[in-house]
């Protein structure tokens, strides 16, 4: 096959996040599965007009907002050299079903909805939120559609998409060589807690800062580790200085992956307090060194990859973050359990699986191959963290009082 893969953002981008990690690295395997691959991107400051990654190629046309005009124009333009598109809507797509005239697929990592009002003012948010609701459905109601997690998939079918043309790909792991056979660096002797990410308004960072602050009695040796950079990055300064706490929190900026994995393997605990995540790519990320996650509940793709109860925690609001925070910093064989069940639900995504996933749906689209087996909706029931520690203290009690089988 020969891809075409709009996306706004590449990795090189100084504000790529998730989404464009799935991008880079599925395009990467389906280079490696003998498909051409080229991915048309905007510019941004010091970036090359084309560039190579690997055997991807990228091209980059336009600024944020004109490099979708500038896509969708790259696209009808060179129709000829491609079999297939690959549209990334975040919250606004390419429109490639416009002029294109190639079969398309939209890659969805998760519903905007709230954000449009959390990053722009009142009416442009208003705006987005039409094209993203009611325009786009409507432009690639022949289409099929990827995302990355069950919840994004039932918010998709919300804004009238039906369900039978979303096909879930879950995003991969980078894991580094030395992490198949242990955990690469050992957790710090005192409790730090992270949270790792673009450093913007949703991300609702002042969470974890409010955590940190909340609990600086009952923990006094805690530590909040803040990866990533971002435009909000001094609002973020001035929250952790209202409270009082900025002695206690580390500001990394963005830091290259051999640092990253050591800040993850010294975290006691992975905070994602994001308003809204197509999946928490970090989550997994720290899953691989024995870190468990804790995420809302309302902020979709988390609720999957922190499984509640057995890799991390699912909350309802800070508070409740707050409270199962300080359970697991008091509760070492509770954090170990979670952490050591999260390496494992960790080691089970790889970016080979999701770059044949979603081989397997673009050649579905173009006929090649059967659709491929969507998974089933997860039960929504979520357990309180004292719950879930009494009924560990229970099995343990009961394992402890049940009567020893003779061998013979």
Known sequence: MR???????????????????????TAEVLTELGHQVTIVTSRFPGAQPRDQHGAVGVVRRGG??????????????????????????????????????????????????????????????????FLESKVAPKVYRNCRYVTVSQASRDDLVELGIDRERIDIVYSGNDRPAQLEHGTMHPHSPHPVMTVLGRLVPHKQVE??????????????????????????HEELVRHATARGVLDRVDFHGFVDDAT??????????????????????????????????????????????????????????????????????????????????????????????????????????????VRPEQPTARAPRLRSVHEILASRRGATTDDAEAPVAANF
């Not at 891809?3 to 690295?25: I, K, M, Q």
């Not at 600086?216 to 805690?222: A, F, I, K, M, S």
């Open 3 to 25: 891809v075409l893969y709009l996306s706004w953002r590449d990795r090189d981008n100084p504000e790529a996040g998730g989404a464009e990690t799935f991008t880079e690295r």
């Open 64 to 129: 944020r907002f004109t490099c979708y005009a500038a896509g969708l124009l790259y696209a009808a333009r060179h129709r000829q050299d491609f079999d297939i598109v690959i549209d990334v809507q975040n919250g606004v797509p390419f429109w490639a079903p416009l002029l294109a005239r190639l079969p398309v697929v939209n890659v969805t990592h998760h519903v905007h909805r709230d954000q449009w009002h959390v990053i722009f003012g009142p009416k442009l948010a208003r705006f987005g939120w």
């Open 207 to 232: 969470t974890a800062i409010d955590i940190l602050a909340d609990l600086q009695d009952e923990h006094p040796q805690l530590r909040l580790d803040i990866i990533g950079a971002g435009y909000w």
């Open 260 to 369: 990253k994995h050591r800040l993850l393997g010294r975290s006691w605990l992975m905070l994602m307090p994001s308003h809204k995540e197509g999946w928490g790519l970090t989550i997994v990320e720290a899953g691989l060194h024995e870190t468990p996650a804790l995420a809302f509940a309302h902020a979709g793709g988390p609720t999957e990859s922190v499984l509640h109860g057995e890799t991390g925690l699912l909350a309802h609001t800070p508070e409740e973050m707050r409270e199962q925070v300080d359970v697991l910093l008091r509760d070492d064989d509770l954090r170990t359990a979670f952490g050591r069940a999260a390496r494992e639900h960790a080691l089970s995504f790889d970016w080979a699986s999701s770059g044949k996933a979603l081989e397997l749906t673009l050649q579905s689209v173009l006929g090649r191959a």
